[in-house]
């Protein structure tokens, strides 16, 4: 055995000094991609952040009267009937001739906007005359009559009462034949 040839030495030094760069340089590049499938990642997730806190702000601003309703408990069966000065929310209801139905009836207005302090709900025709004091919720059990057909409903005591549209909303009373014969086509 004898000493390699210093040549050959210093070609396989500079082979292995190759080979180290070599990797080096692919180390590196696989970084880069790594990095870079990271940041496309990361660039999705606060995109879909962005979406979702839009719509969450969206929701909260369209449906906050609905969260923040004074909740009596109000359970299936039961009409969530708002008063503001918009009107009546919602602007319909529909009812059946004859049954029994109770309102979840509530307000967040204060007495100094509303007419001795109340909203109120006004048909002369269906036998309702009720009110609704300032920043409060009532429940109002009412026997829809035997009279199916559209009835106006509306508030006296706030934004002009009775003169102004906006204080206007609509009952709808259903014949209770109609619905025994959609009950029964139903099974
Ligand atoms: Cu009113």
């Not at 529909?94 to 029994?100: D, I, K, L, N």
Request: aromatic residues 6%; hydrophobic residues 40%.
């Amino acid at each position: 055995m004898t000493d390699q040839d210093p040549v050959t030495r210093r070609d396989r030094r500079a082979a292995e000094r190759d080979a180290a760069h070599a990797a080096e340089r692919r180390q590196y590049r696989t970084a880069e991609r790594a990095r870079a499938s990271r940041n496309a990642w990361l660039r999705k997730i606060a995109f879909g952040g962005i979406v979702v806190a839009v719509l969450a702000v969206g929701g909260a601003l369209a449906f906050g009267d609905f969260f923040n309703r004074p909740t009596d408990g109000a359970t299936a069966g039961v009409i969530d009937v708002q008063s503001s000065m918009a009107g009546f929310t919602p602007g319909e209801i529909r009812v059946r001739a004859g049954e029994t139905v109770t309102l979840s009836w509530w307000t967040k207005d204060a007495a100094v906007h509303l007419k001795d302090g109340v909203h109120t709900m006004v048909s002369p025709d269906l036998g309702l005359n009720e009110q609704l004091p300032a920043e409060s919720t009532k429940r109002v059990t009412w026997t829809v009559p035997n009279k199916p057909g559209t009835y106006d409903v509306w508030c006296e005591t706030c934004c002009g009462g009775k003169d102004a549209p906006q204080m206007h909303g609509t009952i709808v009373v259903e014949p209770a034949s109609a619905a025994i014969v959609t009950g029964q086509a139903l099974g």
